[in-house]
């Protein structure tokens, strides 16, 4: 039950999409127990975004949310690969990517809560 | 003070935005305290999502933030309300809704903290 | 490793969004050790928003997202400055704004975490 949306201020293709969509279903394996079967994602793009008072670079936000808990190894891996991904498929340049981590107690999937 | 964020790739139109706005106005009402009174809503339609890999059928990502807490009970309430609405509504199946909560200590109305 | 997103019916111009930009850059030294050196920013203008069941005022949802902690008065203080803000720049009335808090224990940049 891991929801991740990444927001941007590039235009991301079809092509692009579907890459990110199929790499963050791998990466989403470096947090225990947690598989694309159950990662939901969103994408935002050409979002209004700042970073320092200034929008004139590729930035995004990525809003890693779950159900439960992980180690703090396991996110640092899924913040270098998140990282990676968006550096490869959109060149965006690490530092001017946040992740953030929410650890979700009460979670519903098909009508009732885990 | 509570805010419901509704995600979804289905168009919405105005009538069913105006029925999912009554009905949850309505089910907020299961969390004890809480109305329609201080019920916040937004609706991104027509989002790019993704759930288990997949984007070709309705989804939604649907996050409930309170001020305070709620019962389990309360919040598996919810989560079946929001689930039917959503169906009823937009025909997208339980089994591609997410339902998250989240349960906020610092929140602002007015220009100030309650 | 602040980030604020602001969300709201209103329609922003540039020069609003500018404008509204460097206020928030300012006003997040109102939580000691931050600053707009690490603040990101995100603008969802002309969102599809309700309050108390009605669309008809200018509205805004603003979420505040922090890497630690801050104190009551601190958060009390960023939210007056806020709603002070939307105000001035949008005539957004104070009591149809709400700030909401989310205190962050993982927050990634630049590949790894915090």
């Not at 890459?19 to 791998?26: C, D, E, H, N, P």
């Not at 939901?40 to 700042?50: A, G, T, V």
């Not at 690969?81 to 001017?96: G, K, R, V, Y």
């Not at 946040?98 to 979670?107: A, G, I, L, P, Q």
Request: one cysteine or more; hydrophobic letters at 35%.
């Amino acid at each position: 039950m891991p929801y991740i949306s990444t927001r941007t201020n590039v235009k991301l293709s079809n092509d692009q999409c579907e890459s990110i969509k199929t790499k963050l279903g791998k990466a989403i394996e470096l947090l225990p127990g947690k598989s694309e079967n159950w990662l939901m994602l969103s994408f935002e793009d050409e979002s209004n975004l700042y970073f320092k008072g200034k929008n004139d670079k590729p930035l995004a936000f990525v809003d890693v949310k779950l159900f439960g808990k992980a180690s703090k190894d396991a996110y640092n891996n899924l913040t270098r690969e998140i990282a990676n991904i968006l550096h490869e498929e959109l060149n965006i340049q690490p530092d001017c990517i946040y992740v953030k981590y929410e650890e979700v107690s009460t979670w519903g999937w098909n009508g009732s809560n885990f």
